[in-house]
């Protein structure tokens, strides 16, 4: 019996891996897919290695989860649609020879994904010439200014000067005007200073020092005693994932807390599970998405349950939200244009209002950037529900385009 | 056998484009055929000076990124045409070249090594600073080539096998180009410095301008791939001056055989993919070509290409 089945998979398998030689090596085979109703294709290029592997696979288990619910209701007119995840390595040259080959080879309809600044910018370059719709999930202020920008470019994802914006606002009003920047020195620490001192400066902050460290530092004990000696009410950690964990974790054993508001423009879910409760203690943070949403929004609670359901009781993190959002912001779009022709789900991206994960929902006309709500969090070590809740949301700042940089602002012509 | 092998040889850049002619139908992709077109030359111009000179510089990335950077800002910036671009980033090449290697040429062995490291990350730190240039962290956007009008011919570089054959004529050229520098008497001076170079200065062979020279060359090619590197990927990533980058053509010479003319193609053809299918089943795909990068080193240490032609030449 057992022989059978055995041999049975063993026929299977080297008939299928004898199709999808067939299909990769040679390029005259045919492709014996095409046969039947072409699948809906989304493109999906992450950084599955690198710094950012834990955020790249929950964008893509989130993103599964949003091709899933698309195909259980059917698809569009039984059209089932699918998810081709690629290895961006978080290499920009990477990036643009594996979009290159989404677009040429597996002919994809639709490009979403990447988890950088350098990365989404080179994704963008491919596909806004060959005319392919790109949904970025990832923070760039540069994507959305008119250098950048395409018909074909959206972005899903908050941007540093509403998070930076937000977190300042909140922060600065509640602990005090005196601010220090402790700044990596690359275009995400320098795009999050300016989103601080643009919301800062109405507010009448007074910066004492904007100290700039090398991208991927590890010792910051020189520039604790310079922090310490300034006595800010603020001190804005502008770097990210172990930069941001090795500077929180080395100003709270230096005691910097006791006089001085740590705060990071963005605060990971997956960063604070992996530096730990008690680094993090008390430090403010803005957020795209944090899954305990769900106590005041409904569709939080949605995704949420059907995350869990799919994943043994996990919940999908901030980077995974937006992948569920990304894809299903295409796919819907799909839906309601009645058609994958670029142009007309474009036309249909522009018009639509969704409410999918955190609330209301729409991309602005002139850059398509998704205007959105920004959650305040601050961690906490105490009266924590089980090992998922180590937050609290302080604050949600609500969607709204005076948020944004103005179009005119952006190079956009109104 | 032996006549073929003859043939082969005799007319060895005949040879190998007929090979990369039909290069691309064998590929799972052709994005990836060109990446290896532009690594093979990055690696050839490399090799120009490690395997025929002997002078093993870990500061290639520096030509590799100038050449791309330079021809895309000359177009970016000043809008320049890319025919006239493409020549300004292998000359601003040569002549970062001839800077680096007119400081580097003074030292011998590891501290050659060292210098030019040194020097490139030099380099990378300007481009990495000159934001308003170089795009900075973000990299070099926006570089686009029109279709191109040739003798009533259109070739649209969005085609992606259109884009190999226009970036196969260049890899070509400069591929005739190096084997006649090595048929060249020069060529058989850089072999003789990398053999003895006491030996070559007392045949009177004036050892340091012939390696400024080889040096000079050398990056000149490399700026040739990372020009052509730009047009195809329309962006020049800051990682393409990073170290990480010089490493990689230096792994790509070793496991295709340094010192042989085909040697660095079978090389990054055999690094990228190894690349592109450890990474299709596993994220642990630097594990896998770091491997077959050992067993290489220990037991072949002619590297593929050079271990065939032993194993030709005998049989």
Same mark, same amino acid.
């Given at each position: 019996?057992?022989?059978?089945?055995?041999?049975?998979?063993?026929?299977?398998?080297?008939?299928?891996?004898?199709?999808?030689?067939?299909?990769?090596?040679?390029?005259?085979?045919?492709?014996?897919?095409?046969?039947?109703?072409?699948?809906?294709?989304?493109?999906?290029?992450?950084?599955?290695?690198?710094?950012?592997?834990?955020?790249?696979?929950?964008?893509?288990?989130?993103?599964?989860?949003?091709?899933?619910?698309?195909?259980?209701?059917?698809?569009?007119?039984?059209?089932?649609?699918?998810?081709?995840?690629?290895?961006?390595?978080?290499?920009?040259?990477?990036?643009?020879?594996?979009?290159?080959?989404?677009?040429?080879?597996?002919?994809?309809?639709?490009?979403?994904?990447?988890?950088?600044?350098?990365?989404?910018? /080179?994704?963008?370059?491919?596909?806004?010439?060959?005319?392919?719709?790109?949904? /970025?999930?990832?923070?760039?202020?540069?994507?959305?200014?008119?250098?950048?920008? /395409?018909?074909?470019?959206?972005?899903?994802?908050?941007?540093?000067?509403?998070?930076?914006?937000?977190?300042?606002?909140?922060?600065?009003?509640?602990?005090?005007?005196?601010?220090?920047?402790?700044?990596?020195?690359?275009?995400?620490?320098?795009?999050?200073?300016?989103?601080?001192?643009?919301?800062?400066?109405?507010?009448?902050?007074?910066?004492?020092?904007?100290?700039?460290?090398?991208?991927?530092?590890?010792?910051?004990? /020189?520039?604790?005693?310079?922090?310490?000696?300034?006595?800010?009410?603020?001190?804005?950690?502008?770097?990210?994932?172990?930069?941001?964990?090795?500077?929180?974790?080395?100003?709270?054993?230096?005691?910097?807390?006791?006089?001085?508001?740590?705060?990071?423009?963005?605060?990971?879910?997956?960063?604070?599970?992996?530096?730990?409760?008690?680094?993090?203690?008390?430090?403010?943070?803005?957020?795209?998405?944090?899954?305990?949403?769900?106590?005041?929004?409904?569709?939080?609670?949605?995704?949420?349950?059907?995350?869990?359901?799919?994943?043994?009781?996990?919940?999908?993190?901030?980077?995974?939200?937006?992948?569920?959002?990304?894809?299903?912001?295409?796919?819907?779009?799909?839906?309601?244009?009645?058609?994958?022709?670029?142009?007309?789900?474009?036309?249909?991206?522009?018009?639509?209002?969704?409410?999918?994960?955190?609330?209301?929902?729409?991309?602005?006309?002139?850059?398509?950037?998704?205007?959105?709500?920004?959650?305040?969090?601050?961690?906490?070590?105490?009266?924590?529900?089980?090992?998922?809740?180590?937050?609290?949301?302080?604050?949600?700042?609500?969607?709204?385009?005076?948020?944004?940089?103005?179009?005119?602002?952006?190079?956009?012509?109104? | 056998?032996?006549?073929?092998?003859?043939?082969?040889?005799?007319?060895?850049?005949?040879?190998?484009?007929?090979?990369?002619?039909?290069?691309?139908?064998?590929?799972?992709?052709?994005?990836?055929?060109?990446?290896?077109?532009?690594?093979?030359?990055?690696?050839?111009?490399?090799?120009?000076?490690?395997?025929?000179?002997?002078?093993?510089?870990?500061?290639?990335?520096?030509?590799?990124?100038?050449?791309?950077?330079?021809?895309?800002?000359?177009?970016?910036?000043?809008?320049?045409?890319?025919?006239?671009?493409?020549?300004?980033?292998?000359?601003?090449?040569?002549?970062?070249?001839?800077?680096?290697?007119?400081?580097?040429?003074?030292?011998?062995?590891?501290?050659?090594?060292?210098?030019?490291?040194?020097?490139?990350?030099?380099?990378?730190?300007?481009?990495?600073?000159?934001?308003?240039?170089?795009?900075?962290?973000?990299?070099?956007?926006?570089?686009?080539?029109?279709?191109?009008?040739?003798?009533?011919?259109?070739?649209?570089?969005?085609?992606?096998?259109?884009?190999?054959?226009?970036?196969?004529?260049?890899?070509?050229?400069?591929?005739?180009?190096?084997?006649?520098?090595?048929?060249?008497?020069?060529?058989?001076?850089?072999?003789?410095?990398?053999?003895?170079?006491?030996?070559?200065?007392?045949?009177?062979?004036?050892?340091?301008?012939?390696?400024?020279?080889?040096?000079?060359?050398?990056?000149?090619?490399?700026?040739?791939?990372?020009?052509?590197?730009?047009?195809?990927?329309?962006?020049?990533?800051?990682?393409?001056?990073?170290?990480?980058?010089?490493?990689?053509?230096?792994?790509?010479?070793?496991?295709?055989?340094?010192?042989?003319?085909?040697?660095?193609?079978?090389?990054?053809?055999?690094?990228?993919?190894?690349?592109?299918?450890?990474?299709?089943?596993?994220?642990?795909?630097?594990?896998?070509?770091?491997?077959?990068?050992?067993?290489?080193?220990?037991?072949?240490?002619?590297?593929?290409?050079?271990?065939?032609?032993?194993?030709?030449?005998?049989?």
């Amino acid at each position: 019996m057992s022989d059978v089945i055995l041999n049975a998979n063993r026929r299977k398998i080297l008939l299928a891996s004898a199709a999808a030689g067939a299909t990769t090596v040679s390029p005259f085979a045919i492709n014996f897919l095409s046969a039947q109703t072409p699948t809906i294709k989304i493109g999906f290029p992450v950084p599955l290695t690198g710094a950012f592997g834990v955020e790249a696979q929950d964008q893509v288990r989130a993103a599964e989860l949003a091709i899933k619910e698309f195909n259980d209701a059917g698809g569009f007119n039984g059209r089932m649609a699918e998810l081709v995840v690629r290895d961006d390595k978080l290499n920009p040259g990477e990036a643009a020879t594996r979009t290159l080959e989404l677009i040429e080879k597996d002919k994809v309809n639709f490009i979403v994904g990447s988890l950088s600044a350098a990365v989404q910018l /080179s994704i963008n370059n491919v596909t806004k010439d060959r005319k392919i719709i790109f949904n /970025s999930i990832s923070q760039s202020d540069a994507i959305n200014e008119v250098k950048d920008f /395409s018909k074909y470019t959206f972005h899903e994802a908050l941007n540093p000067h509403m998070t930076a914006g937000a977190v300042g606002r909140y922060a600065f009003a509640k602990y005090g005007k005196k601010v220090v920047f402790l700044t990596a020195d690359y275009a995400y620490g320098h795009e999050m200073v300016r989103g601080f001192q643009t919301a800062g400066k109405p507010m009448g902050i007074e910066v004492l020092a904007d100290i700039r460290h090398p991208i991927g530092a590890a010792d910051y004990s /020189s520039f604790l005693p310079r922090i310490q000696a300034l006595k800010p009410d603020v001190l804005c950690l502008c770097n990210f994932g172990r930069d941001l964990l090795n500077s929180v974790k080395q100003a709270t054993d230096f005691g910097l807390k006791s006089t001085t508001k740590l705060v990071a423009p963005v605060l990971l879910y997956t960063s604070r599970v992996a530096g730990g409760a008690e680094a993090f203690d008390g430090v403010v943070g803005g957020t795209s998405y944090y899954w305990r949403l769900e106590d005041t929004v409904p569709s939080a609670k949605v995704l949420n349950d059907r995350y869990r359901k799919a994943y043994a009781g996990a919940v999908p993190s901030d980077y995974g939200a937006l992948g569920y959002a990304g894809v299903k912001s295409v796919l819907t779009a799909v839906k309601n244009a009645g058609s994958v022709d670029t142009d007309k789900v474009i036309d249909a991206m522009r018009k639509l209002k969704y409410d999918f994960y955190k609330g209301a929902q729409y991309y602005r006309e002139c850059d398509h950037q998704s205007v959105q709500s920004v959650l305040i969090v601050e961690s906490k070590s105490k009266d924590m529900k089980d090992k998922n809740d180590v937050f609290n949301i302080v604050s949600v700042e609500a969607a709204g385009e005076a948020r944004l940089r103005s179009c005119a602002e952006l190079g956009h012509k109104a | 056998m032996k006549p073929f092998i003859a043939l082969v040889t005799r007319h060895r850049v005949l040879a190998v484009i007929a090979f990369l002619l039909v290069f691309p139908l064998i590929m799972p992709y052709s994005a990836l055929a060109v990446n290896v077109l532009i690594f093979g030359l990055f690696a050839v111009g490399l090799n120009v000076l490690f395997g025929y000179t002997g002078l093993l510089s870990f500061g290639h990335a520096a030509f590799l990124g100038v050449g791309g950077y330079l021809t895309g800002i000359s177009m970016l910036s000043f809008g320049l045409p890319w025919w006239l671009a493409l020549p300004i980033g292998v000359i601003a090449s040569a002549l970062v070249g001839l800077v680096m290697g007119w400081l580097a040429i003074r030292t011998r062995g590891i501290y050659f090594s060292m210098v030019t490291l040194a020097l490139a990350q030099c380099v990378y730190f300007i481009f990495y600073k000159a934001e308003r240039w170089t795009g900075g962290e973000n990299g070099l956007r926006g570089i686009k080539v029109e279709p191109v009008q040739m003798g009533g011919l259109t070739f649209d570089l969005l085609n992606p096998l259109t884009k190999y054959y226009f970036i196969l004529a260049f890899v070509a050229l400069a591929l005739w180009f190096v084997s006649r520098l090595l048929a060249s008497p020069f060529g058989a001076v850089m072999e003789t410095i990398r053999e003895n170079e006491k030996r070559a200065a007392a045949c009177g062979f004036d050892v340091a301008r012939s390696k400024l020279l080889a040096f000079v060359l050398s990056a000149a090619i490399c700026g040739l791939a990372g020009g052509l590197r730009a047009l195809h990927l329309s962006i020049v990533p800051i990682d393409s001056l990073h170290y990480l980058t010089s490493g990689q053509a230096i792994m790509m010479c070793l496991l295709g055989g340094m010192g042989t003319f085909f040697g660095p193609f079978v090389g990054a053809a055999a690094f990228l993919l190894i690349e592109e299918g450890a990474t299709n089943f596993t994220s642990h795909w630097q594990l896998v070509t770091g491997v077959v990068f050992i067993v290489f080193v220990l037991f072949f240490p002619k590297g593929i290409w050079g271990s065939l032609l032993e194993r030709m030449k005998r049989s």
